[in-house]
């Protein structure tokens, strides 16, 4: 869960070492719900879901790819709550955090991008969101990745 651009879809493949999900610089590029398969523990497999993401728009097919995401968070037994580390927090991530407290899932603060960042200072900026699980990671560079899978793991 997120919104477009934070890495949803690097993060998806990392997990399922694939190349399904479609990755790319214009943001949004993900539309419907795509589900894959991670077995980067081979004995506790897990099916995990992309989104599109929330872009704030309610209309059109912006608002087609929202519904789909809150839908995906809907059926979840964990959800991975993802944001730029490099952006740090937005009205966006605010607007969705909102709706993921009203959604009764346990929920995983994902700061992805760390790559090249001061992971302390990439964390204090969304310090206020109030997690208790966090995890900073670079999807595209394969870091935190084994520890976000542990406390995957040890949650599901
Ligand atoms: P989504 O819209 O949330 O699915 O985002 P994507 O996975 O499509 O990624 C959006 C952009 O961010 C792409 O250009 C990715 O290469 C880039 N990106 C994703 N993860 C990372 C990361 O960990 N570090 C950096 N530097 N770039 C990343
Ligand atoms: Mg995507």
Request: aromatic share 6%; glycine share 8%.
């Amino acid at each position: 869960m997120g919104r477009p651009n934070v890495g949803k879809s690097t993060l998806f493949n990392a997990l399922t070492r694939s190349r399904d999900a479609l990755v790319h610089d214009e943001p949004g590029v993900t539309r419907d719900r795509n589900y894959g398969v991670c077995r980067l523990e081979p004995e506790r497999p897990f099916v995990l879901v992309d989104t599109g993401g929330i872009a704030g728009v309610e209309e059109g097919l912006a608002g087609a790819t929202a519904r789909q995401s809150r839908a995906a968070a809907e059926e979840a037994d964990l959800i991975l709550f993802i944001v730029d580390g490099r952006e740090g927090a937005s009205a966006l991530d605010d607007e969705i955090l909102a709706w993921l407290r009203k959604a009764d899932t346990q929920t995983f603060l994902v700061v992805n991008k760390i790559d090249g960042l001061d992971t302390q200072t990439a964390l204090n900026e969304f310090a206020r969101y109030g997690f208790k699980q966090v995890l900073a990671v670079s999807s595209s560079h394969k870091t935190g990745i084994d520890e976000l899978l542990a406390q995957t793991l040890a949650a599901l």
